[in-house]
């Protein structure tokens, strides 16, 4: 069973940083990983993506996070981190941490999520 925890969060000032991580208890870049990743979900909303870095190193970004947030990783930990700065209030949600999966019968990729964490941005 993958596990994926989150850790990281909290309440912040506008303009504050955070910085996010997740830790998995398989390696972040085995050849059946596609990619790892940061959703999250804010109260009333779906979740959406964040950013999300692939097993070669690729990495994308929402539109609004581009420029503030960072994605990166350390396989030697098997973590992957998500820097937040110039943080809004609209960044308040809850954050998830993606692992996505070649499926292993041929279908559709399989995802794992983590717990989440909460980050507050408020005054």
């Known amino acids: 069973q993958v596990q994926l925890v989150e850790s990281g969060g909290g309440l912040v000032q506008p303009g504050g940083s955070l910085r996010l991580s997740c830790v998995a208890s398989v390696s972040i870049t085995s050849l059946v990983t596609i990619a790892m990743g940061w959703y999250r979900q804010a109260l009333g909303k779906q979740r959406e993506l964040v950013a999300t870095i692939t097993r070669g190193g690729l990495t994308n970004y929402a539109d609004s996070v581009k420029g503030r947030f960072t994605i990166s990783r350390d396989d030697t930990k098997n973590t992957v981190y998500l820097q937040m700065n110039s943080l809004k209030p609209e960044d308040t949600a809850v954050y998830y941490c993606?692992?996505?999966?070649?499926?292993?019968?041929?279908?559709?990729?399989?995802?794992?999520w983590g717990q989440g964490t909460q980050v507050i941005v408020s005054s």
């Open positions: 993606n692992r996505r999966r070649v499926s292993g019968t041929g279908g559709a990729p399989s995802d794992y």
